[in-house]
């Protein structure tokens, strides 16, 4: 079965915990000095927060998966979807190993879908998540837009053309 994943980049991370564990009626499953994660049953979504260095807000939505079969069609629906699909593969994020794919939607939204496969010691220094995005911003860009990317701050690569 499949949950939906929210990450939200948050600027307090004790007074963000303390409001989703009151909004969620349940502490985060997972709490580490940057990060902290709920998952919920109802409804069933794999919610996160972080305070990474990124602009407070939403920082992308995502469908996590169960199994490798599930995987395979959230990808087959991916690449139907239209816009450019960015295979991340293996990666560490978010203290979790996993496999995922990015795909904006027509409104710069990031998605990943992913499959976790093992926890992680640490975060991840997130260059699979960036590069991914970075490349994504540079295939939809115009080429004047596209040749600054890489210089920008990691807030601002994350939809296409938000720069």
């Known amino acids: 079965m499949k949950r939906l994943h929210v990450h939200v980049a948050v600027d307090d991370l004790k007074r963000s915990i303390g409001f989703y564990s009151t909004l969620f009626a349940a502490e985060p499953a997972v709490v580490k000095d940057d990060y902290a994660k709920w998952m919920l049953d109802d409804p069933r979504v794999n919610f996160a927060i972080s305070t990474r260095g990124r602009e407070a ?25 239209g816009g450019t699909v960015i295979e ?4 560490r994020c978010c203290y979790a190993k996993s496999e995922k794919s990015w795909i904006d939607d027509p409104s710069g939204i990031a998605w990943e879908t992913f499959l976790t496969t093992g926890e992680s010691a640490d975060y991840g220094d997130g260059t699979g998540e960036h590069e991914a995005r970075v490349a994504h911003a540079k295939s939809c860009c115009a080429p004047e837009a596209a040749a600054d990317t890489a210089s920008l701050p990691e807030a601002k690569t994350s939809g296409c053309c938000t720069a």
């Open 88 to 91: 991340q593969g293996e990666t």
């Open 57 to 81: 807000g939403l920082d992308h939505l995502g469908i996590q998966v169960e199994n490798r079969d599930e995987l395979q069609d959230v990808y087959a629906r991916l690449n139907k979807a």
